[in-house]
Nanobody, 125 residues
Framework: QVQLVESGGGLVQAGGSLRLSCVASGRTLNAYAMGWFRQTPGKEREFVAA????????VFADSVKGRFTISRDNAKNTVYLQMNSLKPEDTAVYYC??????????????????WGQGTQVTVSS
């Protein structure tokens, strides 16, 4: 079992940048593919980005493609989400998640096994 803790959220103006981090403990991160999701009140959890266990394959939601990047440092048990050119519609609670099928990078929340507690990102206009 792995525990995930996100950090790096906050308040930023539109056009700004934030980098979210997700630190894993309890098991080595390279056992998992990792994903980032986001959620706003009253809406379902939305896929943002995912990366396979070695970092060689990444996928992004169309809404963030070209603005966000996902990366990982398995030696540090950490996954990152670099968010640039932020827009007010990016405002959400952001969650990282771990998928035991480490060769995949799924867009489906139901396919992830472990979740962090989330970090709030607020983008002001």
């Amino acid at each position: 079992q792995v525990q995930l803790v996100e950090s790096g959220g906050g308040l930023v103006q539109a056009g700004g940048s934030l980098r979210l981090s997700c630190v894993a403990s309890g098991r080595t991160l390279n056992a998992y593919a990792m994903g980032w999701f986001r959620q706003t009140p009253g809406k379902e959890r939305e896929f943002v980005a995912a990366i396979n266990w070695r970092g060689g394959s990444t996928v992004f939601a169309d809404s963030v493609k070209g603005r966000f990047t996902i990366s990982r440092d398995n030696a540090k048990n950490t996954v990152y989400l670099q968010m640039n050119s932020l827009k007010p519609e990016d405002t959400a609670v952001y969650y990282c998640a771990a998928d035991s099928r480490r060769y995949y990078n799924s867009r489906l929340p139901s396919e992830y096994d472990y979740w962090g507690q989330g970090t709030q990102v607020t983008v002001s206009s």
